[in-house]
């Protein structure tokens, strides 16, 4: 009767599991029949595994629906986290808003030399053009897709949510290629003016100083900030800071 | 301490998903389930990231959360609740004819069961099942199947044994029941292996 210790020393060593001395203890053990029967074994094992890993791929539906689901939980995360982490987190939010209130003061950028004319068409001067522009038309539900599925992972309130005082309405959205980076603009009506709001990765080095401002008639409102991994970036001949609030 | 970013996590989840997938399967037998299990493990793992330090095991952090989750989940189905042991030992008492037959050609014998194989995988309990798995499939090291099942690596070896023994019981019953050693295919490369280890032993 075999026993419980040479059973499992039998089963270290067919899972080479065994250290090298004791891998040559164990074969030296081995007599005639019970060295063949080890073998046998081995084989079985084998077999088994190679039944058990035959191929089983994730569905793409499943891969797809756990995207969704992270990315719905990923919206909510910039304001869950630092209440979760209790003062601590607190002081840190504040400290954010703070740089981020900074970001919101009249940046000088708004009115860049108006002198020259724009040379793309990625600035709508005028509300009408937003429409042709937009590949994406202005359905809040489409456009919150469209920007999941582009792997922006951001929450957009609907529009009439804090359109008080200021009339905002969704024109559409479109994706730009910049080098490698891809970057949304969605396009807004804010008071009847035009706005732009571009969102790109800050792994994106592309910024607001490089759209074709310069070649723009009259004065523009740029306002940027930084929101969880992305830069968003808000331009029209309306200031856009209401529009950049609807992002979160 | 350096934790995943959101891009990174889904960057290593893409990289390992038909792994996690396919481990979550052969565990809990259904599509159906291993798609909510695999769901739910990947959430908490998401909710979670903070505590994984960068740098450290992924796969073997993600196999502990699909581990857990596959438990519950075998739990709540009850599909993991047949203890063998309580069985009537008659039933899987081996038969080790049909065992030595199996052990000549385990190729054919396995392709012979069919999927009487998984019905075998699913009435090990879950611990069972989860070192088979991490072990045969994963290629995992007994330490870290401990590592991952958070007990002694005695007892990773014990489930081990136990599976083992269990699924051997449970499918040469099957072959006996079914006469799948008794076929043609094995009586012809029975006869062939006779014929040869009787020249070879002719000739020594």
């Given at each position: 009767m075999e026993t419980k210790e040479r059973r499992l020393t039998r089963q270290a060593y067919l899972d080479n599991q065994l250290p090298v001395e004791d891998v040559i203890a164990f074969e030296e053990s081995l007599k005639g029949e019970e060295r063949l029967q080890v073998e046998r074994e081995r084989a079985f094992e084998e077999a088994l595994s190679q039944r058990l890993r035959e191929e089983a791929p994730c569905p793409v539906a499943v891969w797809e629906h756990l995207q969704e689901r992270m990315n719905g939980k990923r919206g909510r995360q910039p304001w869950a986290v630092p209440f979760a982490n209790g003062w601590k987190g607190l002081a840190i939010a504040a400290g954010i808003a703070l740089l981020a209130a900074g970001f919101f003061?009249?940046?000088?950028?708004?009115?860049?030399?108006?002198t020259e004319q724009l040379k793309s068409g990625a600035l709508p001067v005028s509300v009408g053009q937003c429409g042709g522009l937009a590949?994406?038309?202005?359905?809040y539900v489409k456009v919150v897709s469209a920007l999941t599925a582009n792997r922006i992972f951001l929450n957009m309130k609907p529009?009439?949510?804090?359109?008080?005082g200021h009339p905002i309405k969704l024109l559409g959205m479109r994706m730009l290629n910049q080098g490698d980076k891809a970057v949304a603009q969605v396009f807004f009506e804010c008071c009847g003016q035009p706005i732009s709001v571009f969102i790109t990765p800050l792994?994106?080095?592309?910024?607001?100083?490089?759209?074709?401002?310069?070649?723009?008639k009259g004065d523009w409102f740029v306002r940027q900030r930084e929101l969880d991994q992305y830069r968003i970036i808000g331009v029209g001949t309306h200031d856009p800071s209401e529009v950049l609030a609807l992002f979160s | 301490m350096a934790t995943l970013n959101d891009k990174e996590f889904l960057a290593l989840l893409d990289k390992h998903r038909d792994e996690f997938y396919r481990y979550v399967l052969r565990n809990v037998w259904n599509a159906d389930t291993a798609e909510d299990v695999l769901s739910n493990a990947v959430m908490t793992a998401y909710e979670h990231l903070d505590k994984f330090r960068k740098g450290t095991n992924f796969r073997a952090w993600m196999y502990r959360i699909l581990t857990n989750k596959c438990y519950v989940a075998n739990r709540e189905t009850k599909r993991?609740?047949?203890?063998?042991?309580?069985?009537?030992?008659s039933r899987f008492a081996t038969d080790q004819e049909t065992l030595q037959q199996a052990y000549r050609d385990p190729e054919a014998f396995l392709k012979a069961c069919g999927d009487e194989l998984f019905e075998a995988m699913r009435q090990l309990s879950t611990n069972e099942r989860s070192c088979l798995l991490l072990l045969t499939?994963?290629?995992?090291?007994y330490t870290e199947i401990a590592s991952i099942m958070e007990m002694p690596v005695g007892t990773v070896m014990t489930h081990l044994a136990r599976g083992r023994d269990k699924l051997r019981r449970l499918l040469v019953d099957y072959a006996r029941r079914h006469g799948i050693t008794k076929a043609k295919t094995y009586a012809r490369k029975y006869a062939a292996e006779e014929d040869s280890d009787a020249e070879q032993r002719r000739i020594s």
């Open positions: 003061v009249w940046n000088p950028l708004g009115s860049v030399d108006s590949e994406i038309p202005g359905d529009c009439d949510e804090i359109s008080e792994s994106n080095p592309w910024a607001a100083s490089e759209l074709p401002m310069k070649d723009v | 993991s609740a047949i203890d063998i042991e309580s069985i009537d030992e499939m994963e290629r995992y090291s």
